[in-house]
């Protein structure tokens, strides 16, 4: 099972692609198309022309996944139409929405990294230590 964590590299084909391919395939696309490496732990997401169906490509250093998403009805409602480069990059909360057929665009996501704030850290520290310290007596 792949977990969609921040830290994924996640890359969208553009283009529609044959989904006769299966893994050897499209690692073999993602190196001569999209000149990338299917091996670098990059998620790669493909759809097929109908935009009925998404497949993701995953190497995890010691194999690779192949999963597909088939839409019981209707089509992909988003899907970049980049002319200009093969490859379009996602967040992994993006994909998500993607995956159960939302507008990942239109979604709105709070940032990734938050500062925090040092004062209410240290109040918080306080707080836990004196409540630890009264539920001892």
Sequence with gaps: MIQLVPQLRILLACKPIDFRNGIDGLAALCKRELAEDPFSGALFVFRNRRGTAIKMLCYDGVGFYLFTRRFSQGRIRWWPEDQDAPLHPLEA?????????????????????????????????????????????
Excluded at 108 to 134: E, L, T
């Design 93 to 137: 909360q993006q994909l998500s929405v993607l995956l159960y057929n939302g507008l990942p665009e239109q979604a709105g996501f709070a940032s990734q990294w938050r500062k925090v704030d040092s004062g209410s850290v240290s109040q918080a520290a306080r707080n836990s230590h004196s409540s630890s310290g009264s539920s001892r007596a």
